[in-house]
């Protein structure tokens, strides 16, 4: 079964709206990471989060990792953060293994 | 900022064809991947090196070779391509300094096989 599970599958949102998504994990972890894919396809790298709270401009990443689960909160959400949010889980030392996203949809 | 490029970005070819993917990183990061992504099931790892001649195995190969033949370049090849390799493929480098590992990835390279 999938190790990394995320939830919504996918959003839609009012501009200015905000936003939480949600990832779990079903082993346990070292730590995990966020991703944001834009529309066209590439790939960045949002928070290396091990455990806590982190925060960049809107987004904010909380990781409980006992619990295995991290969240993804947007606040005041514009046109531009529509794409697709990944998280992905490192364990023991391998490469990391990710969940199959949240497709956030922003509209005016 | 590292920079990974893929070539070529998109690519046909017919089933039994061979394709060869390439990634060329240019930070001298030790770590190297190639990972596919298809709806439903998200990015899932291929092949994987952590240097020039190493090659480890991800959760997805069969049916895909890789070679690290140096440093900074890595290569996917399918030697017979079948339509179940239709996917978009990504390259991606890390440093993998300490627990902290900052993926950094390519634009991706879209392959159809008919």
């Known amino acids: 079964g999938q190790q990394v599970q995320q939830s919504p599958a996918s959003l839609v949102l009012q501009e200015g709206e905000n936003a939480e998504l949600q990832c779990n994990f079903s082993?346990?972890?070292?730590?995990m990471q966020w991703f944001y894919q834009r529309p066209e396809g590439s790939l960045v790298s949002l928070f290396y989060n091990p455990s806590g709270t982190k925060q960049s401009g809107r987004l904010t990443s909380t990781t409980v990792i006992k619990e295995r689960r991290s969240s993804l909160h947007i606040s005041s959400s514009q046109i531009t953060d529509s794409g697709t949010y990944l998280c992905a889980m490192e364990q023991g030392g391998r490469a990391l293994i990710f969940g199959t996203g949240t497709t956030v949809s922003v509209s005016p | 900022e590292a920079a990974v490029t893929q070539s070529p970005r998109n690519k046909v070819t017919v089933t039994g064809g061979n394709v060869t993917l390439s990634c060329r990183q240019t930070?001298?990061?030790?770590?190297m991947y190639w990972y596919r992504q298809d709806t439903g099931h998200g990015l899932r790892l291929i092949h994987y090196s952590y240097g020039a001649g190493n090659l480890q195995i991800g959760d997805v190969p069969d049916g895909y070779k890789a070679t690290r033949t140096t440093q900074e370049d890595f290569f996917l090849l399918l030697e017979l391509a079948s339509p179940s390799q239709t996917s978009l493929y990504f390259c991606a480098s890390s440093a993998r300094t300490g627990r902290a590992e900052t993926l950094y990835f390519g634009s991706g390279t879209r392959l159809t096989v008919l």
């Open positions: 930070n001298s990061h030790n770590y």
């Open positions: 082993t346990s972890l070292n730590s």
